[in-house]
Nanobody, 123 residues
Framework: QVQLVESGGGLVQAGGSLRLSCAAS????????TGWFRRAPGKERAFVAS??????????NYADSVKGRFTISRDSAKNTVYLEMNSLKPEDTAVYYC??????????????WGQGTQVTVSS
């Protein structure tokens, strides 16, 4: 099992930036990918981005709503995945979760989840 801890959330004005971190511990050698999901009030959990851990750079996927604004990256030495969020919009407001075990867009493919970190974007 992989344990995940997110950090970096907060309150930011529209147009601003935040960087979320997802630190992994435990059986990280067996992890094939990490994803970021978000849940806005009254909405279902939604895919944001994912990155594969295999390969030198790791293939990435993004939701259309964040493509060009968000960047997912990894630091293998630190077992940490980052989500750099730029040009934030009020509709990006949500609790952001990282998950391990896949790089699918489908949240059901992931086996481990963090506790979530709140991101609030004011207009």
């Amino acid at each position: 099992q992989v344990q995940l801890v997110e950090s970096g959330g907060g309150l930011v004005q529209a147009g601003g930036s935040l960087r979320l971190s997802c630190a992994a511990s435990g059986r990280t050698n067996s992890n094939i990918g990490t994803g970021w999901f978000r849940r806005a009030p009254g909405k279902e959990r939604a895919f944001v981005a994912s990155i594969a851990w295999r390969g030198p750079t790791g293939s990435t996927n993004y939701a259309d709503s964040v493509k060009g604004r968000f960047t997912i990256s990894r630091d293998s030495a630190k077992n940490t995945v980052y989500l750099e969020m730029n040009s934030l919009k009020p509709e990006d407001t949500a609790v952001y979760y990282c998950a391990a075990g896949s790089y699918s867009r489908n949240w059901k493919a992931y086996s481990s989840w963090g506790q979530g970190t709140q991101v609030t974007v004011s207009s």
